[in-house]
């Protein structure tokens, strides 16, 4: 039985409720090669992440001057995403793009709460 699972849908729930704009993470995954020409690289596939996801400033005691700034932006999403209207399991990566209210925007630094074991939420830090 997963601890975390009752915390991990109260912040889907929440994040829901107090949600602030449309947050959705775009990942784009290298193709492969076809093996009789290895040299050319195959196709990148994009996936478009639409996530339950919370928008604020970021606090002061987050700032520490060289990778989190007072301008920046921080995220708290959810675990759970929607990818072509299905709910899935998302683990953000910092080579990711994040969006919100159509601007892209670029990823600083992913803690995962708590930080080992299942997610129950992510705070990402955008430039903004």
């Known amino acids: ?3 975390y699972a009752y915390a991990r849908e109260r ?3 929440a994040l829901a409720q107090w949600s602030t704009g449309t947050v959705t ?3 784009t995954t290298p ?15 994009t996936a478009i992440y639409t996530l339950a996801a919370r928008v604020d400033g970021v606090a002061a ?5 060289t990778t989190i700034l007072a ?3 921080m995220v708290i999403a959810s675990p759970r ?3 072509a209207g299905a709910a899935v399991d998302l683990v953000p990566q910092i080579s990711d793009t994040l969006s919100i209210d ?15 074991g299942a997610a129950v939420r992510y705070h990402i830090f955008v430039a903004s």
């Open 11 to 13: 912040t889907v729930d």
């Open 61 to 65: 005691d987050r700032i520490d001057g």
């Open 102 to 116: 159509g601007a892209a925007k670029t990823i600083k630094k992913i803690e995962q709460v708590p930080a080992a």
């Open 25 to 27: 993470l775009t990942r």
């Open 31 to 45: 193709g492969t090669p076809d093996p009789s020409t290895p040299w050319i690289p195959g196709s990148p596939s």
């Open 71 to 73: 301008t920046d932006l």
């Open 81 to 83: 995403a929607t990818l």
């Open 1 to 3: 039985m997963d601890p």
